[in-house]
């Protein structure tokens, strides 16, 4: 449930599910994550006999952007395996995943947000180089089918 006040929320202190019920099961934790934009198409409608010239907006179909999630590589193959579980055309693989906002003392979830029959669309990492310094980060791109808050 969404708890509002006068001040924003920070952006810092969130947990993740990946569907398994438990924030806590996830192997480590995100560094990053990018919640996605929604649109809803307009339809533009006018009858032949209507007095005015504009048309009417109607609401569409909707659509989402993916969800990212962002995380340093610690050798974890969780995120492979759900990626292989989708390409071997696994359909227990679809999951509802959540993404809670909470408190900046951590003792409240704030806001959630709950993506349902997800599954992962694109898997990628960040470039080894020689002379970096820079923490190896694998990124995660969820498609779903609806997007709900809370």
Excluded: C
């Excluded at 019920?21 to 995100?30: E, M």
């Excluded at 198409?41 to 048309?55: C, K, L, Q, V």
């Amino acid at each position: 449930m969404a708890v509002q006040r006068d001040e924003p929320y920070t952006n810092y202190n969130y947990l993740v599910d990946l569907g398994s019920g438990d924030p806590g099961s996830v192997q480590a934790g995100f560094s990053e994550i990018l919640l996605p934009e929604t649109s809803i198409d307009i339809i533009e409608y006018r009858s032949g006999n209507e007095p005015e010239a504009g048309a009417r907006k109607l609401p569409g179909r909707t659509h989402y952007g993916n969800l990212i999630l962002r995380r340093g590589v610690i050798a974890a193959l969780d995120l492979y395996q759900w990626i292989d579980q989708v390409r071997n055309g696994d359909r227990s693989a679809f999951r509802n995943v959540t993404v809670q906002l909470q408190s900046e003392d951590r003792t409240t979830i704030v806001l959630t947000w709950k993506f349902r029959r997800a599954w992962p669309a694109k898997y990628s990492f960040s470039p080894l180089h020689a002379e970096g310094k820079e923490v190896l980060i694998e990124s995660l791109a969820l498609a779903f089918e609806r997007m709900d808050m809370e």
